[in-house]
Nanobody, 118 residues
Framework: QVQLVESGGGLVQAGGSLRLSCVASGRIFDINTMAWYRQAPGKQRELVAAITSGSSTNYDVSVKGRFTISRDNAKNTVYLQMNSLKPEDTGVYYC????????????WGQGTQVTVSS
């Protein structure tokens, strides 16, 4: 069984910063891509940033230059540093990882709320 637990969300004023963390635990033999998605009210879930096992990264154009994704393989953890936050960044942020437990599967965290006030 694999679990993902996110933390670090909250309420912040526009221009502020937050750092999200997602820790994977359980029967884990390998981790490939780790990613952050977000879902704003009334909208579909969208990819924000992703990082491969080789630390290659890609970002949605709306967050490029403001957000930084990183990972600590020893801790099975992925981070999302969010700077210069805007009200349109508001939403529930979900961690998604490609993990080999008994097989390779994608796992989702429960989500953490980020609210940016204007």
């Amino acid at each position: 069984q694999v679990q993902l637990v996110e933390s670090g969300g909250g309420l912040v004023q526009a221009g502020g910063s937050l750092r999200l963390s997602c820790v994977a635990s359980g029967r884990i033999f390998d981790i490939n891509t780790m990613a952050w998605y977000r879902q704003a009210p009334g909208k579909q879930r969208e990819l924000v940033a992703a990082i491969t096992s080789g630390s290659s990264t890609n970002y949605d154009v709306s967050v490029k230059g403001r957000f930084t994704i990183s990972r600590d393989n020893a801790k099975n953890t992925v981070y999302l540093q969010m700077n210069s936050l805007k009200p349109e960044d508001t939403g529930v942020y979900y961690c998604n990882t490609h993990i080999r437990s008994t097989t390779w599967d994608f796992y989702w965290g429960q989500g953490t709320q980020v609210t940016v006030s204007s």
